[in-house]
């Protein structure tokens, strides 16, 4: 049974904003290595077939706490065009919710090394909802007696990916529609407000076998501040990764990295709430596996580091 509706707790939850963290998008801490899960026009960018997995374990310890499963594959069909295909479960209390969408990308060649990529992403999604798998604040309220199953929802986003081989700048919305999700402090199904992603990263190479790339995420959604997400990472020996990146106002974490064939990467992270929330949890831990074929000649491993 979960006990995530106590009062205290969906206080405290209140006072941390939590509504900024809910479940209304996925927030991954390695979204550096899944950037089509937020914006279509990376499809096909990395000029080879790339299948990556996550999987997030949000507030460990924390009985009904979010979890999220994802699964994308993605590859160039020409020189100017990409494909993808994004699925993700995500899970939050009582809730479910399956995420279904096609990704498509067209790449225009600036200049010899400068590209600019515009794509569109379309899908659908399933919500369900079981009342009766939690316990709650308000046990009377006519609302809770009414579950839900697979209401079907549409989704519609669309971005531009701005790169070189050593630096990006993206722009997106994952949805132009108002998504309906659970949320655990009004412990009722909402609508999601539309959401701006930016994201930003510059490779540096400080040696022959040592590169750092600062990365940056800000999230815009409307009614709520912003929400940044810094990342630092090097990468040594075109093998292990390590770096660290810092949410503001939410959590602090660890990342590492390591390749372990010319094909295949693992990598893990670990987020510290930086919250009074993180009295009542263990940290969220996110892994992620990514899979990589068919690069071009000299690209076992992509020299652009994202």
């Not at 594959?73 to 993700?88: A, K, Q, S, W, Y």
Request: charged fraction near 15%; hydrophobic fraction near 40%.
């Amino acid at each position: 049974m979960f006990k995530i509706y106590k009062i205290y707790l969906v206080l405290i939850m209140c006072c941390v904003s939590i509504h900024i963290n809910a479940q209304q998008a996925p927030n991954y801490t390695q979204y550096m290595y899944n950037t089509m899960a937020i914006n279509p026009a990376y499809a096909g960018s990395s000029e080879g077939l790339n299948v990556v997995g996550i999987y997030r374990s949000q507030w460990a310890g924390f009985d009904g706490a979010p979890e999220t499963y994802n699964l994308s594959v993605e590859t160039p069909l020409t020189d100017r065009v990409g494909i993808g295909v994004n699925v993700t479960k995500d899970v939050n209390g009582p809730a479910e919710r399956f995420n279904f969408d096609g990704n498509f990308s067209y790449n225009i060649q600036l200049d010899r090394d400068l590209n600019l990529a515009f794509g569109i992403k379309g899908g659908a999604q399933l919500l369900n909802v079981d009342f009766s798998k939690g316990e709650f604040v308000n046990q009377g309220d006519p609302l809770l007696t009414n579950n839900i199953d697979n209401r079907l929802l549409t989704t519609l986003g669309a971005g531009a990916f701005l790169y070189k081989y050593n630096w990006y700048v993206g722009v997106s919305v994952p949805d132009f529609f108002s998504d309906e999700y659970y949320d655990n402090v009004e412990e009722a199904v909402v609508a999601d407000e539309l959401q701006t992603y930016l994201t930003a990263g510059y490779v540096f190479g400080i040696s022959d076998n040592i590169r750092f790339k600062p990365a940056a995420l800000v999230n815009y959604v409307n009614g709520s501040p912003l929400r940044y997400n810094l990342s630092a990472n090097f990468l040594f020996h075109d093998k292990l990764t390590v770096g660290a990146s810092y949410q503001v106002d939410a959590a602090v974490s660890a990342l590492a990295g390591f390749q372990i064939s010319d094909n295949l990467f693992l990598g893990y992270s670990f987020d510290y709430n930086t919250t009074d929330f993180t009295n009542y949890n263990d940290g969220t831990h996110e892994v992620i596996l990514k899979f990589s074929l068919f690069k071009k000649k000299g690209m076992s491993f992509s020299p652009r580091f994202f």
